[in-house]
T-cell receptor, first 114, second 116 residues
Framework: AQTVTQSQPEMSVQEAETVTLSCTYD???????LFWYKQPPSRQMILVIR??????QNATENRFSVNFQKAAKSFSLKISDSQLGDAAMYFC???????????FGKGTSLLVTP | EAGVAQSPRYKIIEKRQSVAFWCNPISGHATLYWYQQILGQGPKLLIQ????????DSQLPKDRFSAERLKGVDSTLKIQPAKLEDSAVYLCASSLGVRQGAYEQYFGPGTRLTVT
């Protein structure tokens, strides 16, 4: 079974600064999908960014980018120019190509201070 | 475009009582998922439907949990009887399908269940 590990239960960043959230995963598959989801206090999970494992280029979405290291099985999220609205729980998730379910990590709580 | 709808948003019941949650996915989405999110953890898949058929229910505690998706649209998740450890947020998600280009899951706001 694939496992996803987020080793940082909490992170803090000042407004306008950059923060990186870590994620590692375990799989024997060569192709798969990786995601970062944001969950604000409203509880609604929002997709932040996705990465297909066969793509070597790191995904970017505006202020959000990933550092995908396939050999190291590492998938970190970088948030640039942090905003107060970025404060939330962030979950890393893995999905097998042939599977359906998202396997989530335990999450990292991000605090953004003025 | 309307998102995934869930009701109720909150529910408090006593142990051994029964409870039901409702989910209406995004129109046209063939795949529907129910996740359980216990406090301090990431969501865990309980059951997945493709149209009105079950694709994966391997992690559903079938002695107390049941789910159905009539006519391949709305879905209900039921717990009977509830236990204290069922206290969690129950998230519903839907996607167009499961293949590349259609697999993105959209989540509803969830139902927070407290069992006392």
């Amino acid at each position: 079974a694939q496992t996803v590990t987020q080793s940082q239960p909490e992170m803090s960043v000042q407004e306008a600064e950059t923060v990186t959230l870590s994620c590692t995963y375990d799989t024997s598959e060569s192709d798969y999908y990786l995601f970062w989801y944001k969950q604000p206090p409203s509880r609604q999970m929002i997709l932040v960014i996705r990465q297909e494992a066969y793509k070597q280029q790191n995904a970017t979405e505006n202020r959000f980018s990933v550092n995908f290291q396939k050999a190291a099985k590492s998938f970190s999220l970088k948030i640039s120019d942090s905003q107060l609205g970025d404060a939330a729980m962030y979950f890393c998730a893995y999905r097998a190509i042939s599977g359906y379910a998202l396997n989530f990590g335990k999450g990292t709580s991000l605090l953004v201070t003025p | 475009e309307a998102g995934v709808a869930q009701s109720p948003r909150y529910k408090i019941i006593e142990k051994r009582q029964s409870v039901a949650f409702w989910c209406n996915p995004i129109s046209g989405h063939a795949t529907l998922y129910w996740y359980q999110q216990i406090l301090g953890q990431g969501p865990k898949l309980l059951i997945q439907f493709q149209n009105n058929g079950v694709v994966d229910d391997s992690q559903l505690p079938k002695d107390r949990f049941s789910a159905e998706r009539l006519k391949g649209v709305d879905s209900t998740l039921k717990i009977q009887p509830a236990k204290l450890e069922d206290s969690a947020v129950y998230l519903c998600a839907s996607s167009l399908g499961v293949r590349q280009g259609a697999y993105e899951q959209y989540f509803g706001p969830g139902t927070r269940l407290t069992v006392t």
